[in-house]
């Protein structure tokens, strides 16, 4: 039972450029979320899903998109990199029932630099 | 949508005082979640409350949730040096899940 996996840890791209952040997770969970961290700001909503087939935007979703094919993968995609997109991303899960849901686990997070 | 202010932002505590972080909200909210996260880490799931005045302890840590569920509190009991790192909440129904912008514990030994 591994959790949530994030990959990459690492990455560098250059302006304009695109790329996918990776997050599986085995836990069968229904909600996938991602998040964003920079210093000072806290953890903003990217994008979430309540389950397979099902997206939708959160708080700052401008320059991402994501899709939610299998219960198990939510990947993140950046459309071309900005400099403000430069950030510690986390991608979380959890069980969920009806209106609740049952407390996140996350994964170790990706860190992105865009130069 | 709803908001929460988490206070304070920062804490510098000497070791062995006890701490408070706060999320208050001017909406009813249906539950909070609470979640620490170590420098340099990922946060960690903490404790679910959803009853009106709802009290919960974990060793050291105690959770409230407001009679009227606009407020939550975490207490640290006797603080430790482990305890260093920031502590969120989080709140929502499934769907948008929101967090508190957190307070920063620092713990002098």
């Known amino acids: 039972n591994a959790g949530v996996t994030q990959t990459p840890k690492f990455q560098v791209l250059k302006t304009g450029q695109s790329m996918t952040l990776q997050c599986a997770q085995d836990m069968n969970h229904e909600y996938m979320s991602w998040y964003r961290q920079d210093p000072g700001m806290g953890l903003r909503l990217i994008h979430y899903?309540?389950?397979?087939?099902?997206?939708d935007q959160g708080e700052v979703p401008n320059g991402y998109n994501v899709s939610r094919s299998t219960t198990e993968d939510f990947p993140l995609r950046l459309l071309s990199a900005a400099p403000s997109q430069t950030s510690v991303y986390f991608c979380?899960?959890?069980?969920?029932?009806?209106?609740?849901?049952?407390?996140?686990?996350f994964g170790s997070g990706t860190r992105l630099t865009v130069v | 949508g709803q908001q929460v202010m988490q206070i304070p932002q920062y804490q510098h505590v000497q070791e062995g005082e006890d701490f408070t972080t706060y999320c208050n909200s001017s909406t009813t909210l249906s539950n909070i979640q609470w979640y620490k996260q170590r420098p340099g880490g990922h946060p960690v799931f903490l404790i679910q409350l959803v009853k009106s005045g709802e009290v919960k302890k974990q060793k050291r840590l105690t959770f409230q949730f407001g009679e009227a569920k606009k407020n939550s509190s975490l207490h640290i009991t006797a603080t430790q040096t482990t305890d260093v790192g920031t502590y969120f909440c989080?709140?929502?129904?499934?769907?948008?899940?929101?967090f508190g912008q957190g307070t920063t514990l620092q713990v002098k030994p």
């Open positions: 979380a899960s959890s069980y969920s029932t009806g209106n609740l849901n049952y407390g996140y686990t």
């Open positions: 899903s309540v389950g397979a087939g099902i997206t």
């Open positions: 989080l709140h929502g129904n499934t769907g948008k899940l929101i």
